[in-house]
């Protein structure tokens, strides 16, 4: 099938974010100056820098979260493993601002050691991260959508001892990054496998 946008697909549920997927959970705490903290998943997150390495969440509208990254300039990606799926699923609720998600998901905030913002202690890894630019991005005509796209460098990194190989690589399959996928679908890493990258010079003839 093909369907242009503005037509519409004339499926029962969008296809477009399964299409687009898996896509990595952004698990973001922030604290505002006032003490308040929140916690909240966002599926549009990923990394877009390796040097120096900068990460971005994507909130579909100014939500909490977004309103203290942006008023501190500071948030901490931590990572959602296997084991935390139901604590973030909770932590996605529509509660109050003044309602610390933490809290009410049953999950232990831990110190951060550069910014303010506490993260997630029972996460496989965490990112502390200093915002470098908010922006909305713009459609095919120039005009902002409601989306508000928040970057951040990161800044230090927190990694459990646990999730580390004898070889020193971040155990993806132990951890079990969770991803989400369309629909109210979800996914976990249990195999990776690799691929050595091709080089032009070690073509065949």
């Known amino acids: 099938m093909f369907y242009r946008i503005e037509d519409g697909h004339g499926l029962p549920h969008d296809p477009l974010k399964a ?17 308040t903290v929140n916690l909240a998943p966002y599926s549009f997150f ?19 979260s977004a309103e203290l990254a942006r008023e501190s300039g500071e948030f901490v990606a931590n990572l959602v493993g296997r084991d935390l ?12 601002n003044e309602v610390n998600e933490f809290d009410y998901s049953g999950l232990a905030m831990a110190d951060c050691e550069v910014v303010s913002a506490p993260r997630v202690a029972e ?10 630019e908010i922006f909305h991005p713009k459609d095919i005509d120039g005009h902002p959508v409601q989306a508000l796209v928040i970057v951040g460098q990161v800044v230090g990194v927190h990694i459990a001892d646990g999730f580390l ?24 890493v249990d195999k990776v496998f690799a691929m050595r990258r091709p080089r032009w010079s070690e073509r065949e003839s």
């Open 19 to 35: 299409i687009v997927s898996p896509r990595p959970i952004g698990w973001i705490s922030t604290r505002g100056k006032d003490g």
């Open 46 to 64: 990923n990394m877009i820098s390796g040097q120096p390495p900068l990460v971005f969440f994507s909130s579909e509208g100014v939500k909490h």
């Open 85 to 96: 799926g139901i604590q973030m699923n909770a932590s996605s609720i529509d509660a109050p």
């Open 123 to 132: 996460a496989p890894a965490s990112l502390e991260c200093k915002v470098t």
């Open 165 to 188: 190989t004898p070889e020193g690589f971040f155990d993806t399959v132990k951890a079990g990054n969770m991803a989400r996928l369309g629909y109210m679908d979800f996914s976990t």
